[in-house]
């Protein structure tokens, strides 16, 4: 439970599965801040915060975004 709200059953383990059986060439996961970090073989995979205002929105919300790809970080990045 998290601020009286019941939190959702951990679906990462899902997700992996789902990546790791159809191999694309990245992928691209957004959750909550303290979200564990996916684990695929073969994948290697960054992270960015992100706030919601800071592209336009309306709250103060944070996400982790998580980017994976086969080949390494995408180009340009840190």
Same mark, same amino acid.
């Given at each position: 439970m998290a601020n009286g709200y019941?939190? #959702?059953?951990?679906?990462?383990p899902e997700f992996e599965c789902c990546v790791a059986e &159809?191999? /694309? #060439?990245?992928f691209l996961m957004e959750n909550v801040p303290e979200a564990?970090?996916? &684990?695929? /073989?073969?994948?290697?995979v960054r992270a960015e915060m992100l706030?919601?205002?800071?592209?336009?929105?309306e709250t103060n919300r944070l996400g982790l975004f998580r980017?994976?790809?086969r080949d390494g970080p995408?180009?340009?990045g840190r």
């Open positions: 019941e939190t #959702a059953p951990d679906l990462i &159809a191999t /694309p #060439a990245c564990p970090e996916p &684990a695929v /073989p073969g994948y290697i706030r919601d205002v800071w592209v336009g929105g980017f994976g790809t995408h180009p340009g």
